[in-house]
């Protein structure tokens, strides 16, 4: 009797709630924000936004990937959406307006220019998704106050400078893409304190430094499955400390400047399962371990100096990852 009561009160307070619903009003500053962002756009966005209110006015929808959610008696802008259709232009300030964001993508267009520092406002930011841009400058230190951010997506851009090591104050990241830009300097080795950090990927930028100094801190990287440091200009030997990040399943050292022997502990590693030791200056032997490894299926060894005798593991090909795994 009691769970029907329940049931049926719930199913009232619906029916109470839902005209409200339907006639809140989206909040001034996010029509304000998205006009001004509509009309810095070109037309292949513009088309599809029809009306002055993103959440929808009496017939007319809310605009194409513009998602609303209702707070008291205003709607508010949550998510913004816009990819892959050729917007041209700087990065729209307007944007850093939208204080409700959660998500915000904006991936695979020709946005140019800096990410203004003002991106720091969006306090409620758990994506954000610029990759495969035309964007340039410094990684604003800003986005280290982005507290509630999981997903980092700045790869395929222009950026140049240091990684900020204002990103190790993002306590809920868990996956940190900055491939394919023009970053120097060393990784702040402050990026190991991030406790849910699984996936960090440098690749392809001019980094210089050693592994070492990127795990000097006790305890570092807790939860890193994924490490790409691939195509930058690394060097020094692999540290036997490396084995302490015991949930590694992909080390990816391909195209540096490395040297001295691959240790022994790295074979102790549970579910390492690729291994790219290719084009570096490595010398010695590969321990016995590596070979009879349970979860290891590919380890690239070519252009280095081992010794003659030593073979590669596994059927090699150019491992990617898919849309779908940006999110898991």
Excluded at 100 to 114: E, M, Q, S, V, Y
Excluded at 138 to 145: A, C, K
Excluded at 197 to 204: E, M, Q
């Amino acid at each position: 009797m009691a769970l029907r009561f329940s049931l049926a009160a719930f199913s009232l307070i619906l029916l109470l709630s839902y005209p409200l619903l339907l006639n809140a009003k989206t909040l001034k500053r996010d029509m304000k924000a998205l006009n001004e962002i509509k009309a810095s756009l070109g037309w292949r966005v513009v088309y599809a936004w029809v009306g002055d209110d993103p959440c929808g006015d009496g017939d007319l929808p809310p605009w194409s990937g513009v998602t609303c959610s209702t707070q008291g008696d205003y709607r508010v802008v949550t998510e913004l959406e816009v990819y892959a259709v050729s917007i041209v232009g700087p990065f729209p300030t307007a944007v850093t307006n939208l204080l409700d964001l959660t998500r915000l993508d904006l991936h695979n267009n020709k946005l140019t220019g800096p990410i203004p520092p003002q991106i720091g406002r969006l306090k409620r930011l758990k994506m954000l998704n610029l990759r495969w841009n035309k964007l340039q400058d410094v990684i604003p230190p800003e986005i280290g106050e982005l507290k509630s951010l999981n997903h980092l997506h700045l790869s395929f851009n222009s950026f140049k400078g240091e990684i900020p090591k204002e990103l190790a104050n993002l306590p809920e990241l868990r996956y940190l893409y900055l491939q394919e830009n023009r970053l120097i300097g060393r990784i702040p080795a402050e990026l190991g304190t991030l406790q849910n950090l699984r996936h960090l990927d440098v690749g392809n930028n001019h980094l210089v430094g050693t592994i070492r100094e990127l795990i000097r801190i006790e305890g570092c990287f807790p939860a890193l499955r994924n490490l790409y440091l691939n195509n930058n200009y690394l060097t020094g030997g692999i540290p036997a400390q490396l084995a302490n990040l015991t949930k590694l399943e992909i080390l990816y050292l391909s195209y540096n400047k490395m040297s001295g022997i691959v240790p022994l502990g790295l074979s102790h590693i549970p579910r390492l399962t690729y291994l790219y030791l290719d084009h570096n200056q490595f010398s010695g032997r590969i321990p016995d371990a590596f070979y009879k490894h349970p979860f290891l299926k590919d380890m690239y060894i070519e252009g280095n100096a081992f010794r003659p005798g030593v073979k590669p593991i596994g059927i090699h090909k150019v491992l990617e990852l898919t849309d779908t795994e940006f999110l898991v």
